[in-house]
């Protein structure tokens, strides 16, 4: 398994600003993943957090909105940018641990982002 | 994007009692990863199924992936107070690194 924290666990912001949220992870990971969970949803996939390169995005999510940085094995950071209400939600990172033939994601405790 | 769906979208049981939810997609996956989420806390991961047709135990907890790959089952058996909360089911294929979550299930339990 493995240990992951986020900061900060939640904040409270104003519309037009922007907010870093970063991740940790207690080992060396290759795979990080951002995720949204909009209020009372399912979670929803963001990026690909890549060392050494370009964050991979799902469709809908662009990289001026949510620019990630990845700058190690056990560290990326997540911006919401230009907030909007339509920003609030719960944004998560994840871990991916692989096995001889298995992989597992776990989750941070997120962060709670609410934009006034 | 894709979601599984799951049902029961939420559910209301007495303390004690056993609980089933499942999780069926129109797409075949090689991993099914089932969820627990509290509120303001992430997913904590309760069971990982990596082959078609496995049963897989966690204390009270088992889970199943189906033969046709494209659905798995979750029971819990004399559910407690702390079992409230939502879970989530999540699909995978080893090699392609992305989860695909269901829509999830809330229990609810009845003092």
């Known amino acids: 398994s493995a240990v992951i924290s986020q900061k900060p666990s939640r904040d409270i912001c104003q519309r037009g600003t922007s907010l870093t949220i970063q991740c940790q992870v207690d080992s060396q990971v290759t795979m990080m993943f951002w995720y949204r969970q909009q209020p009372g949803q399912s979670l929803t996939l963001i990026a690909t957090?890549?060392?050494?390169?370009?964050?991979?995005?799902e469709s809908g999510f662009v990289i001026d909105k949510f620019p990630i940085s990845r700058p190690n094995l056990t560290f990326s950071t997540l911006t919401v940018s230009n907030m909007s209400p339509e920003d609030s939600s719960i944004y998560l990172c994840s871990v991916e641990v692989s096995g001889a033939s298995t992989d597992t994601q776990y989750f941070g405790p997120g962060t709670r982002l609410t934009v006034l | 994007g894709q979601q599984l769906n799951q049902s029961p979208q939420s559910m209301f049981i007495q303390e004690g009692e056993d609980v089933s939810m499942n999780c069926t997609s129109s797409?075949?996956?090689?991993?099914w990863l089932w969820y627990k989420q509290d509120p303001g806390e992430g997913p904590v991961l309760l069971i990982a199924?990596?082959?078609?047709?496995e049963l897989t135990s966690n204390g009270r907890l088992t889970a199943q992936f189906g033969i046709t790959r494209k659905d798995s089952f979750l029971n819990i058996s004399a559910s407690i107070p702390s079992d409230v909360g939502i879970y989530f089911c999540?699909?995978?294929?080893?090699?392609?690194?992305?989860?695909?979550f269901g829509t999830g299930t809330r229990l609810t339990i009845i003092p």
């Open positions: 797409s075949i996956f090689n991993t």
């Open positions: 957090a890549n060392q050494g390169s370009e964050a991979t995005y």
């Open positions: 999540a699909g995978a294929n080893f090699g392609n690194e992305k989860l695909t």
């Open positions: 199924l990596y082959k078609a047709g």
